[in-house]
């Protein structure tokens, strides 16, 4: 399928996944106004591929070219030159693409090779989950420079980690590893390598895509609106995703397999 052609990210479907590369290694892939661009771009294209049934691939892999950096943040030399209402409608830009990025009906991996500070550390938190290389670190390091997170760090960093040890890390900009992050359960696994890395997420995803389609994105979806809401608000979130559930084809098929002892072939509908 034909995504577009984009100055700063590179594309390539493997398997049943979508890697999703920023390719600005010189800048150490800096998210310029330019990635930004890319970024709400491909987005926008691939919320329009719509609930699944158009979809060609089961997961994304999102991840940054070469092996030092995932994404070193936003650029710090554009954003010298900016007045607030340009940096508030170039973070605004940032808010759709990882709006995007949950919204989309299959899991997005981001696979953490290396840098990935304050607008990549967002990025990488508006992904489903985290894998990072051993090599690969994490910061909001924002108050260097008199600001705060701008792409959604506020909010998502106190979701993965608990609102204590985000202070701390938004209030110091401390700069953590992998293991570190792991840790504090900002990443799901740490590997050796940043190739082990790309292969665990690619097998994670060739692993969802032996389920249902139409499951994953449901749980997807429920997850998601789920977060945040308190115990009773959730459970009503989570019938109507069981019930829309419960209506698909793919849990007839995956029902009756199981009662008949086949394997499944989910329909995706
Ligand atoms: N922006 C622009 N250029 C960058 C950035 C960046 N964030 N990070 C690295 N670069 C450039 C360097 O300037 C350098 O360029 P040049 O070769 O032309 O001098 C090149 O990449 C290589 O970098 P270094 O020589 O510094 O490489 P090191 O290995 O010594 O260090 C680091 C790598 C640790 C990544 C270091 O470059 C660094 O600390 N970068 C800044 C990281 C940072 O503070 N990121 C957060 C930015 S703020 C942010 O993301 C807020 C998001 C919300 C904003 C919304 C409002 C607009």
Redesign the pocket.
């Known amino acids: 399928m034909d995504f577009g052609d984009y100055e700063s990210l590179l594309i390539e479907q493997r398997g049943n996944a979508l890697i999703l590369t920023v390719n600005r290694p010189?800048?150490?892939n800096?998210l310029a106004a330019q990635v930004v661009e890319d970024l709400h771009r491909l987005t926008g294209v691939l919320a329009t591929l719509g609930e699944g049934g158009n979809w060609p691939v089961r997961g994304i892999v999102l991840t940054g070219a070469g092996d030092?950096?995932f994404v070193?943040?936003?650029?710090?030399?554009e954003?010298n030159s900016?007045g607030a209402d340009a940096?508030a409608a170039?973070?605004r830009r940032m808010h759709d693409v990882t709006l995007r990025l949950e919204s989309l009906p299959v899991p997005v991996i981001a696979a953490v090779n290396g840098?990935a500070?304050?607008?990549?550390c967002?990025l990488a938190m508006a992904c489903d989950f985290l894998y990072a290389g051993a090599g690969a670190s994490f910061a909001q390091?924002?108050v260097?420079?008199g600001?705060v997170?701008?792409?959604g760090g506020s909010v998502r960093l106190q979701q993965r980690v608990g609102i204590g040890a985000a202070r701390e890390l938004i209030y110091t900009g401390r700069r953590i590893k992998a293991v570190e992050a792991e840790r504090l359960g900002l990443v799901n696994r740490v590997f050796e390598d940043n190739e082990s890395l790309l292969a665990g997420a690619l097998a994670t995803i060739e692993e969802i895509a032996s389920k249902s389609p139409t499951a994953v994105a449901n749980a997807k979806t429920a997850i998601n609106e789920i977060a945040g809401l308190n115990v009773v608000d959730g459970l009503g979130v989570e019938l109507e995703s069981f019930r829309k559930a419960f209506g698909t084809q793919d849990s007839v098929v995956g029902r009756s397999a199981f009662v008949a002892k086949t394997a499944p072939d989910f329909p995706g509908r």
Do not use: T
């Not at 070193?72 to 030399?77: E, F, K, L, N, S």
């Open positions: 010189r800048a150490m800096a030092k950096s070193a943040g936003a650029d710090i030399v954003m900016m940096a170039y973070a840098f500070l304050g607008g990549g967002e390091p924002e260097n420079l600001l997170p701008g792409f």
